[in-house]
């Protein structure tokens, strides 16, 4: 790879990973605000209205930076990825077009009935536009990942043109649509946005707990945030296997790349190691076979290694492909362990009297965000030396005219933004957060209100 390629695959890297906080947050935050508010219509209990409020400020925070921060993606497509832009542009122009018409026309529509809406309409149509801007936002989600599966299994398009002036176009939509990964990566990546979202609200609910702020409300937000949680965790381990199973078939390199498995054999299922690619060599604690019984329902059925692919189809990094697939396996599982045992001291009605735990669950918001984004890693890393799998090739996807000099200022100065965008959001979010939630001074649950242990 030349300077030009590094820096280019670097800084799309880095502005789509800082991307790549909010959306999920906001996904799983609008899933949680539809129970809060649900639950109110239901009960007419105030404590979940005044849930609802705090967490739609949190929610506007959160959808604004994003906004702000998915802009840059697009024009570096322009910039830096000039040939790849002209390849899939019909491809992602259709797929882009409804994610427009279809997902971010509605979330915009009733976002501001969401956050201005109170005392403005009816209750009934405030929670309609709160089911609306969540379905949006996944909709949306939706098409963006559309468009990268494209990326990684092609269906639906024939190529037009040669050489430099070659690019992709549809010719059956639907095809292109539900090519043979989008339906599995989408299920994947939404409920990784679930966990998010709920982890933040448990997060911040485990802390009013601790420090006796709020304690019935956090409680019922705590309650309703676990089970989206726990069920999203679960539903994480089919939604990964049956993501494993499309790589299996389609990209059988990155699967060999993610287990660092190098000769075609019976293949081991790690826990955890070490590639030592240069002498092609994995360590560590591992499973006999076990990707092989994964894969094949057998311990000794052969799995294609990585010296069956020719050196230039293979992935570069291949202990980095490795250890960001393991870490997200690793988090997932302790996602399911952390909320098996929050329900069953709930049932045990000991949840909220476990301040080690609580303690545990303010610092597990950063789980599932570290989670979604070394999955991504893994899925992108280990698509290389493809842009678009199989027929475009990330080197020769770049931009004729941009040099390494350009890339790198223009690195710079987006790192300085979103720094500083980043310090912004926390200052505001904390700021928030300190401000605590709307409550009325006749109302019990001030401050100052004791510490109640009970549960919901």
């Given at each position: 790879?030349d ?7 670097i800084q799309?890297a880095?502005t789509?990973?800082?991307h ?13 605000l ?6 109110y219509?239901?009960t007419?209990?105030k ?8 967490w739609?400020?949190i ?5 604004g ?9 697009e ?5 830096n ?14 797929a882009?077009a ?7 026309a ?6 501001g009935?969401l956050i201005?809406?109170?005392?403005r309409?009816?209750p009934?149509?405030h ?10 936002s996944m909709f949306s989600a939706l098409?963006i990942?559309?468009?990268?599966s ?5 269906a ?6 040669t050489?430099?002036?070659?690019r992709?176009v549809?010719t059956?939509?639907?095809?292109m649509?539900?090519?043979p990964s989008?339906?599995q990566?989408?299920?994947?990546v939404l ?7 709920s ?5 911040v ?5 601790m420090k ?5 409300h ?7 945030a ?5 069920i999203?965790s679960l539903?994480?381990?089919?939604t ?8 299996t078939?389609?990209?059988?390199a ?5 287990e660092g ?5 019976p293949?081991?299922?790690y ?6 690619a240069?002498n092609?060599?994995t360590?560590g604690l591992?499973i006999?076979?076990?990707?092989s019984f ?7 059925k052969?799995?294609p ?6 050196p ?6 291949i ?13 997932g599982m302790t996602?399911?362990?952390l909320?098996?045992?929050a329900l ?8 909220f009297v476990?301040?080690?735990l609580m303690?545990?669950f303010?610092g ?8 979604n984004?070394v ?14 799998y199989?027929?475009?090739?990330t080197?020769d996807?770049?931009?004729q005219?941009v040099k390494a000099e350009?890339?790198l200022i223009s690195?710079?100065?987006f790192?300085?933004?979103?720094i500083?965008?980043?310090?912004l959001f926390i200052?505001l979010?904390?700021?928030k957060?300190?401000?605590?939630l ?8 001030t401050?100052?209100?004791k510490f109640n242990?009970?549960?919901?």
């Amino acid at each position: 790879m030349d300077n030009v390629e590094i820096l280019s695959r670097i800084q799309f890297a880095f502005t789509i990973a800082f991307h790549y906080i909010y959306p999920p947050l906001s996904i799983g935050l609008g899933v949680c605000l539809v129970f809060m508010e649900g639950l109110y219509l239901k009960t007419k209990d105030k404590v979940y209205e005044e849930l609802t409020r705090f967490w739609i400020r949190i929610f506007a925070l959160i959808f604004g930076i994003g906004v702000a921060t998915g802009i840059v993606m697009e024009f570096e497509f322009g910039t830096n990825w000039a040939v790849y832009s002209r390849y899939v542009g019909d491809i992602f122009g259709s797929a882009l077009a409804a994610e427009g018409i279809f997902a971010f026309a509605l979330e915009s529509a009733f976002l501001g009935i969401l956050i201005f809406g109170w005392n403005r309409v009816s209750p009934r149509v405030h929670f309609l536009s709160t089911v609306l801007v969540a379905l949006g936002s996944m909709f949306s989600a939706l098409w963006i990942v559309v468009a990268n599966s494209w990326q990684q299994t092609p269906a639906g398009y024939r190529i037009e043109g040669t050489g430099m002036q070659a690019r992709a176009v549809v010719t059956d939509f639907w095809e292109m649509v539900l090519n043979p990964s989008s339906i599995q990566r989408y299920s994947h990546v939404l409920i990784g946005a679930f966990l998010a979202g709920s982890f933040l609200v448990l997060s911040v609910s485990a802390w009013y707990i601790m420090k006796r702020k709020y304690v019935v409300h956090s409680q019922k937000a705590f309650t309703i945030a676990l089970w989206v949680a726990a069920i999203s965790s679960l539903g994480q381990l089919f939604t990964g296997h049956q993501s494993a199973e499309v790589v299996t078939k389609y990209q059988p390199a990155k699967l060999a790349t993610m287990e660092g498995h190098f000769e075609t054999a019976p293949a081991d299922l790690y826990i955890l190691g070490w590639v030592d690619a240069k002498n092609q060599q994995t360590t560590g604690l591992k499973i006999p076979g076990g990707l092989s019984f994964l894969v094949h329902q057998d311990f000794k059925k052969p799995i294609p290694g990585l010296n069956s692919f020719k050196p230039e189809n293979r992935p570069g990094a291949i202990n980095f492909v490795f250890q960001t697939y393991h870490l997200m396996v690793g988090i997932g599982m302790t996602l399911i362990g952390l909320c098996g045992l929050a329900l069953f001291l709930l049932y045990r009605k000991k949840l909220f009297v476990n301040r080690w735990l609580m303690a545990v669950f303010v610092g597990s918001v950063l789980l599932p965000q570290i989670a979604n984004q070394v999955g991504w890693y893994t899925a992108e890393v280990g698509r290389q030396p493809w842009v678009v799998y199989g027929l475009l090739r990330t080197s020769d996807a770049l931009s004729q005219a941009v040099k390494a000099e350009h890339v790198l200022i223009s690195l710079i100065l987006f790192t300085l933004v979103y720094i500083i965008l980043f310090v912004l959001f926390i200052y505001l979010l904390n700021k928030k957060i300190q401000h605590g939630l709307d409550v009325s001074p006749e109302d019990p649950e001030t401050p100052r209100s004791k510490f109640n242990p009970s549960p919901i």
